[in-house]
């Protein structure tokens, strides 16, 4: 079967040596999307960011240019970017390519949402771990203020945009916007309440939008090119391109950009070369550790926002784990659950307390120590978290569990009946277990 190819917008310059420096970056157009962005008024400029239909890359999907227009244009308090580069969804790291390997397409973005917006300062916010990244931007940044990119009148507009660049300290929920905008402050990561959302209320009590890192990387390329010529990739809801970190047991893991009418099997057979050693594909996870499991049967599916929803699913973070035949679907989901129990913050109790007992009965139940009752358990404590719990992070530690037991149920009765996995990879290791507790 014919499988579809990349799309490469963003990754268009991936192959050219040097791109991430600025004089290589502006002879292969760097920056032409920003001259023509400071042409336009600031309100035309987020109507042709509405047009093109591009949405947050970051997870939820929402769409940019509306987002932007939730940005009260009364003059007073000062407004604010965040750049949501924490990227700590297991399985993610195309921002973290972007960055390293081609910072100035997403300074120019950061450049042409702050003059949409009217915002004089924008705070990058990176992960603590990308040192690379980091490295990279510090000096794309002090390459573009020494260019006039940055600084006090931006390509001699007389506009003024300045960019803080912060380091995180590790958390992943500080990739939650809320809680970026704590930790920001220089508060304990910890998401806030919403209403007020950020567009009215964020850092410092000021309007503030949050971007993803490839959102606005994106942006370059429609003020280039037009709204329409953006519009006319992908589906009617899902428009452009996304880039997809596919890992896992495939033959070529890593990240790939496909138009957004690509389907699973596309990446994972196309780009991806198919399954290691021609193993049976048995479980996928399409957005992140976040998402509801997949199988084989979907392999057929849209990479698009609504055709994975459609399958019970969501795209989230553009994160593809392929997982083959000899997998332990308990050891899988276990090693998710304790993920989501080390990262919870702590803040709510049902998220707190929910995580560690869906990690102990999944403990319990590799190990060969569960009773039938533990699978009910179970599904008894995603309910009481589910919509439960203070941010989505709640949520979405529950998704591998209820996805699990709804496809892989029979390996769960196999532990509780024979105490052992018939499965070779992520099999019960006690001593795996004890290190991590
Ligand atoms: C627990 C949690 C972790 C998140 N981590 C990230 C992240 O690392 N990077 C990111 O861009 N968005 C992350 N998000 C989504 C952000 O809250 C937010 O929706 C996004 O940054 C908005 O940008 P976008 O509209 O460009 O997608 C996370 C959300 C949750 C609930």
Redesign the pocket.
């Known amino acids: 079967m014919k499988v579809k190819e990349q799309q490469q917008i963003l990754f268009k310059s991936r192959q050219i040596e040097n791109i991430g420096e600025l004089d290589v970056y502006a002879q292969h157009g760097g920056y032409e999307g920003l001259k023509r962005a400071l042409a336009m008024k600031p309100d035309d400029l987020i109507e042709l960011v509405k047009a093109s239909g591009l949405?947050?890359?970051?997870?939820?999907?929402?769409p940019?240019g509306m987002?932007w227009s939730f940005v009260p244009k009364t003059p007073g308090k000062p407004k604010y970017l965040c750049v949501?580069?924490?990227?700590?969804?297991p399985g993610?790291c195309k921002?973290r390519e972007l960055v390293e390997e081609q910072p100035h397409q997403l300074i120019e973005g950061i450049a042409i949402c702050c003059w949409a917006v009217g915002i004089e300062t924008a705070f990058l916010y990176i992960?603590g771990e990308m040192l690379e990244g980091y490295l990279a931007l510090r000096k794309a940044i002090d390459e573009a203020y020494k260019a006039g990119f940055l600084g006090k009148s931006v390509m001699k507009s007389g506009y003024k945009l300045d960019i803080v660049l912060h380091r995180g300290a590790g958390a992943?929920?500080?990739?939650?916007?809320?809680?970026?905008l704590s930790s920001l402050e220089g508060g304990r990561g910890f998401?806030r309440l919403k209403p007020p959302f950020p567009a009215i209320s964020g850092l410092y009590a000021c309007p503030t939008v949050?971007?993803?890192?490839?959102?606005?990387s994106t942006l370059p390329h429609i003020l280039v090119n037009g709204a329409e010529w953006y519009a006319g990739f992908g589906t009617e809801k899902s428009k452009g391109t996304r880039i997809f970190c596919l890992s896992g047991h495939v033959k070529k893991p890593g990240n790939y950009e496909m138009e957004l009418t690509s389907t699973m099997r596309d990446l994972i057979f196309g780009c991806g070369g198919g399954i290691l050693e021609d193993k049976e594909l048995k479980a996928i996870i399409p957005g992140g550790a976040?998402a509801p499991m997949l199988t084989r049967e979907h392999l057929d599916v849209g990479l698009d926002f609504e055709s994975i929803a459609a399958a019970g699913s969501m795209a989230g973070?553009g994160a593809v784990v392929v997982m083959h035949q000899d997998t332990c679907m308990v050891g899988a989901i276990l090693r998710i659950m304790e993920f989501f129990e080390e990262?919870s913050c702590g803040k709510c109790t049902p998220c707190r307390e929910g995580t560690r007992w869906m990690r102990d009965v999944l403990i319990r139940i590799h190990s060969g120590h569960g009773q039938k009752s533990d699978l009910d358990l179970l599904l008894s404590v995603c309910g009481n978290l589910a919509g439960k719990s203070f941010?989505?992070?709640g949520d979405?530690s529950t998704s591998c569990v209820t996805s699990g037991l709804r496809y892989f149920k029979d390996e769960f009765e196999h532990l509780v009946e024979h105490k052992k996995s018939k499965y070779s990879l992520g099999a019960y290791d006690p001593r795996l277990v004890a290190a991590h507790h």
């Open positions: 949405r947050g890359r970051g997870g939820a999907g929402f940019t987002k949501n580069c924490d990227e700590s969804e993610t921002d992960r992943y929920i500080c990739g939650e916007e809320s809680a970026l998401p949050i971007n993803n890192v490839e959102t606005l976040s973070s990262e941010c989505p992070l979405a």
